[in-house]
């Protein structure tokens, strides 16, 4: 008689991935409207958009009075260093969330290189979220620089302190399933080591993108070493999601079904319109205007902050549509509003967060007057500009498997499920 597969017991805060088709983390599309937007369509789960621990650490935490999420804001560190590019000296929304809408929903991706800085950021935000995932497959140089995303995989010693360190000090403590999301490495044989060590971490789960880090979006997703991975992770107990390429809902649970995986994340395409998380049984993908109506109704909800809103929708909104074209020349909400014939519906509130955030024609300074009046402050005070980030040293903390031992640990025979069509 065979046994239940085993599973790493989800705590009672958390979520588990499996038999879920998620929106993928992404910067820019990853912010709260976009993630309500794909819950509105059927995501199961969202993640936020890669938020750096060093940025979390030493925010503060308010309920928004005027839309209730919770916001998690500090002074920009240019305002604090230099106080001619904002008088004012207005705090920045570093990570915002619908407590409400998202309960239960939304897993916070953590950008780290430090397990105590993981711990400290991650603890912030933990009361909030259904997740706490660690980005080791971001490949772009904000990341990396830093020591990382994708330079995590090539210094598995400190990605697998860092995954220990989250579990046993926010996991435990907050009753929450930590993850990971890696890329592929070179071969299938050191992605199936690297795997085989993160699942001994105590991790709940590990979303896999499948492509390396070298390779860009353009590039079709690598799938051959899925099966392989997907094996590691249920003889660990892990769930394991899939990324790459997953166009719509009704794929995900197919390549699931074929690959052996227990879910899906879906990112290009659901920035694209995020109706996708829709079966085609229930209504399958809406027309993009629909969508965008939904979108603007969210951002105004959360009083989004403005350069987003106008990224989201030159995603959503064809390219040579009318509505696309006229959208750089709009300077707040009531002017898109407008552009989009939906004064009746939003015309109000789009007023009212115009008011509140400062927007509209002839509202703020504009980029060039912003950069010589700091060139000026600058001038004055002979300040210098920041220098980059020291990347840090490979990790000296004891993980239990070395970068030397993944590279020369003999793999493990392939089991029959491994190999199955």
């Not at 989800?10 to 993630?35: F, H, T």
């Not at 240019?78 to 409400?100: C, H, T």
């Not at 392989?228 to 892990?238: K, L, P």
């Amino acid at each position: 008689m065979t046994g239940s597969p085993k599973r790493v017991p989800i705590p009672r805060n958390g979520v588990d991935y499996r038999g879920k088709v998620v929106l993928a983390p992404m910067v820019r599309s990853g912010e709260l409207p976009m993630r309500l937007l794909a819950l509105k369509y059927g995501a199961d789960l969202v993640w936020g958009p890669e938020t750096i621990d060093r940025a979390m650490i030493g925010t503060t935490t308010r309920v928004n009075p005027h839309t209730s999420t919770v916001e998690f804001q500090r002074l920009p560190s240019n305002g604090q260093k230099n106080p001619a590019l904002n008088p004012e000296q207005k705090a920045s929304v570093i990570y915002r969330l619908d407590p409400a809408r998202e309960r239960g929903r939304l897993v916070f991706q953590l950008g780290t290189a430090s397990p105590g800085t993981a711990v400290e950021a991650a603890a912030l935000v933990a009361p909030y979220v259904a997740g706490i995932d660690v980005n080791a497959g971001c490949p772009k140089p904000f990341s990396t620089a830093g020591g990382m995303g994708a330079a995590l995989l090539r210094d598995p010693d400190r990605l697998c302190a860092i995954l220990r360190a989250l579990v046993r000090d926010v996991g435990a403590r907050f009753a929450l399933a930590v993850s990971v999301k890696i890329r592929l490495l070179e071969t299938a044989e050191r992605t199936e080591r690297l795997v085989r060590a993160l699942c001994a971490t105590g991790i709940a789960g590990l979303s896999v993108h499948c492509r390396t880090t070298p390779m860009r979006p353009r590039e079709p997703a690598i799938r051959d070493q899925l099966r392989i991975i997907a094996a590691v992770c249920r003889e660990a107990g892990v769930a394991c999601v899939m990324n790459g390429d997953v166009t719509g809902r009704d794929e995900a649970e197919k390549l699931v079904e074929e690959y052996g995986v227990d879910g899906a994340m879906i990112a290009t395409a659901a920035e694209k319109n995020p109706s996708v998380f829709r079966a085609e049984k229930d209504g399958g993908q809406a027309h993009w205007k629909e969508v965008v109506r939904e979108y603007m109704r969210f951002a105004l909800e959360v009083d989004n902050r403005w350069a987003n809103t106008k990224f989201s929708l030159g995603q959503l909104m064809p390219g040579k549509s009318d509505e696309c074209k006229a959208l750089p020349k709009c300077k707040g909400y009531t002017e898109i509003v407008e552009v989009l014939g939906l004064e009746e519906e939003l015309g109000e509130r789009a007023a009212e967060v115009d008011k509140r955030m400062g927007l509209g024609p002839g509202k703020g300074e504009s980029r060039a007057q912003k950069r010589a009046r700091a060139r000026e402050w600058r001038e004055e005070h002979g300040e210098q500009s920041l220098k980059k980030p020291k990347v840090p040293e490979p990790s000296k903390e004891a993980s239990g498997i070395s970068s030397e031992a993944i590279e020369h640990m003999p793999a493990a025979p392939p089991s029959a499920s491994a190999v199955s069509v």
